[in-house]
């Protein structure tokens, strides 16, 4: 028990466009998820927290208008990245809980962005 | 602010060593730290979670330690063979105030075990 998946795996866009990436808890409820991102051989950074139902919460430095997170059920959250650019390009992993902030996490695979 | 730090940044052996990977982070108020393999261009794979009052967890060639007081974690692999080849990613879990529940990760240790 306890899979999380993400989708796209891979996503090549071009400079100035949009691109929505899906997180899904398959056999548990997500009150919490997390969606961090990784550069070529550095930690993950957490960039947002969301709770199903209410707004996310950005780390500092963490642009919400051009990361728009919506955790819409206890199943899903999504992170969109608005007009996107080169430097946007990163691996994206999310992470998910059943209940309080400190219940396991459980990883997706991650998604990687090119952003051309 | 938690910081964690991993040494070696990168490992290479032959197959058959007995490794020992390091973490240290600089806050002892942690809930839990956990390791975990990340294999090129992929998710994480959780290996050992170990709870801010157990000393150590083993699962199969796999041991990690926790001294809480010192800020200090060792994961060690016995008898490394190619398969073990990824990246090792330390990270632990605050347990107060902002912290509670965010996890801080280490740049990780990347192992290469040849044959």
């Known amino acids: 028990g306890a899979v999380v998946s993400q989708h796209p795996s891979r996503v090549i866009c071009k400079s100035g466009t949009s691109v929505k990436i899906e997180c899904r808890s398959l056999?548990?409820?997500?009150?919490?998820m997390f969606w961090y991102r990784q550069f070529p051989k550095q930690s993950l950074m957490l960039m947002a927290t969301?709770?199903?139902?209410?707004?996310?919460?950005?780390e500092q430095g963490v642009e919400k208008d051009k990361f728009l997170i919506n955790h819409a059920s206890l199943t899903l959250s999504t992170l969109t990245v608005t007009s996107a650019h080169p430097e946007d390009s990163s691996f994206y992993i999310c992470?998910?809980?059943?209940?309080?902030?400190?219940?396991?996490?459980?990883f997706g695979p991650g998604t990687r962005l090119t952003v051309l | 602010k938690q910081e964690v730090t991993q040494i070696p940044a990168a490992l290479s052996v032959p197959e058959g060593e007995n490794l020992v990977l390091n973490c240290s982070f600089t806050?002892?108020?942690?809930?839990?730290l956990q390791w975990f393999r990340q294999d090129p261009g992929k998710g994480l794979t959780s290996l050992l979670l170990?709870?801010?009052?157990?000393r150590e967890q083993t699962s199969g060639r796999l041991n990690a330690s926790l001294d809480k007081s010192s800020g200090r974690s060792t994961l060690y692999i016995a008898a490394s063979q190619p398969g073990d080849s990824a990246t090792y990613l330390c990270?632990?879990?605050?347990?107060?105030?902002?912290?509670?529940?965010?996890?801080?990760f280490g740049r990780g240790t990347q192992l290469t075990v040849w044959p």
């Open positions: 992470s998910a809980a059943r209940g309080a902030a400190t219940d396991t996490q459980y």
């Open positions: 056999d548990f409820q997500a009150t919490t």
């Open positions: 170990i709870q801010s009052s157990q």
């Open positions: 969301s709770n199903e139902g209410s707004k996310a919460t950005y």
């Open positions: 806050d002892s108020a942690i809930y839990n």
């Open positions: 990270a632990v879990k605050g347990d107060r105030g902002s912290t509670l529940g965010r996890l801080y």
